[in-house]
Antibody
Framework: EVQLLESGGGLVQPGGSLRLSCVGS????????MNWVRQVPGKGLEWVSAISGSGDKTYYADSVKGRFTISRDNSENTLDLQMHGLRVEDTAIYFCVQSDCPSTDCRKFDWWGQGTQLIVSS | DIQVTQSPSTVSVSVGDRVTITCRAS??????LAWYQQKPGKGPKLLIHTASLLHTGVPSRFSGSGSGTEFTLTISSLQPDDLATYHCQQYGLYSTFGGGTKVEI
């Protein structure tokens, strides 16, 4: 059974930093590109970032480019999202999401975690 | 960017009803359209991909159709477990989601 477990959410002041993490199990981690997708509670979903299965390619939504960095450790089956320069509009639930193949061109999202909440507020 | 519009935003139903949700893309995404089900406090679950293909384990009362810019998700006979919010996603060019449709009693 595929499981994705996020952690690291919390309350941060505007301009602050935070690191989200996700541990995957039940599948061969390196064989899948991984993504972060966020959702303002009660609103729609927004893709944030993707990383290829090998970790050599990364992509970001324009709204977070230059502020967020996605990375992975295939030896530990972990996915991270380092966030700097946080803004009030980054407040959301962040989901760790598995793509269906190793390439970042694969954007069908087969499995999702339960999410971790980030609140950016003074 | 490709915009994705879902309708309706909320649909009130009864158990056993046939439910249809529509998703429109601002330009053709061919058949690169997925549907997800989300329950409160949970992450979304993939129901349908490539516009009409059921994901593993999804009941056959769910079906999808369409191509290009217009797509539909149909639940043939709504069950209590189907009360949720449904999201469509185009993945023909990058990835964008519709605003969601809440299915409620």
């Amino acid at each position: 059974e595929v499981q994705l477990l996020e952690s690291g959410g919390g309350l941060v002041q505007p301009g602050g930093s935070l690191r989200l993490s996700c541990v995957g199990s039940g599948f061969t981690f390196r064989n899948h590109a991984m993504n972060w997708v966020r959702q303002v509670p009660g609103k729609g979903l927004e893709w944030v970032s993707a990383i290829s299965g090998s970790g050599d390619k990364t992509y970001y939504a324009d709204s977070v480019k230059g502020r967020f960095t996605i990375s992975r450790d295939n030896s530990e089956n972990t996915l991270d999202l380092q966030m700097h320069g946080l803004r009030v509009e980054d407040t959301a639930i962040y989901f760790c999401v598995q793509s269906d193949c190793p390439s970042t061109d694969c954007r069908k999202f087969d499995w999702w975690g339960q999410g971790t909440q980030l609140i950016v507020s003074s | 960017d490709i915009q994705v519009t879902q309708s309706p935003s909320t649909v009130s139903v009864s158990v056993g009803d046939r439910v249809t949700i529509t998703c429109r893309a601002s330009q053709s995404v061919r058949s690169y359209l997925a549907w997800y089900q989300q329950k409160p406090g949970k992450g979304p679950k993939l129901l349908i991909h490539t516009a009409s293909l059921l994901h593993t384990g999804v009941p056959s009362r769910f079906s999808g159709s369409g191509s290009g810019t217009e797509f539909t998700l149909t639940i043939s006979s709504l069950q209590p477990d189907d009360l949720a919010t449904y999201h469509c996603q185009q993945y023909g060019l990058y990835s964008t989601f519709g605003g969601g449709t809440k299915v409620e009693i």
